[in-house]
């Protein structure tokens, strides 16, 4: 740990806690129906989320081509999409970690998947963004996790050495990228996992300086 200076977080899952069933289950549906759509949205065999993530299609078209593969459930996908304020929560706790981790010295920044809007719409009052040194979101490339390119493109933006960073996301596959080009990499399966290993990084810290 010695060698990192820099945190890298994905944000659905890890800094914001996504509530995408909540939400669906506070319009009236059943959770069986609110979990066969959330298959529909997020599991679509054609990855039409991830086509979002990638900024190549607006939402309009997003939502047209949802709607056609899912005709039954067209009305309660569109209103999914158009009011995504809905579909997080706040991580207080980590993000009073991440603030306390940048007064340490640690560079922070961001790598996420996200459509544009979305993004905007889940970060407008997130603490963590007065905190964040820079970011890498997919919607501004066109490129997603885990392919290397916005890896790469974080770490040529920033002039980031892969072995000084630490990356935190929620699923196996971009972890698993991340390690593959030279960063430590942690996979966040809960919010009390990510706060105790935050916790862990800035007691490390705290030791080294006082050492000095």
Known sequence: MNRIKNLIFDVGDVLIQYRWKDMLMD???SEPDAARIGRELFDDPDRLWS??????MTEDEVIAEFC????????MISWFIHHGEYMHAPRPAVWKLVHQLKSQGYGIYLLSNYPERL??????????????????????????KPDAAIYEALFQKYDLKPSECMFFDDRAENVQAAKELGMSAVRVMSQEGLLEDLRRIEEFRKKRMTAY
């Open 27 to 29: 319009c009236g549906l």
């Open 51 to 56: 086509v979002f993530d990638l900024g190549t």
């Open 68 to 75: 056609r593969k899912y005709p039954e459930d067209a009305e």
């Open 119 to 144: 993004f905007k719409k889940h970060t407008e009052y997130a603490d963590f963004m007065n905190d964040i040194d820079g970011l890498m979101v997919s919607y501004m490339i066109h490129k997603a």
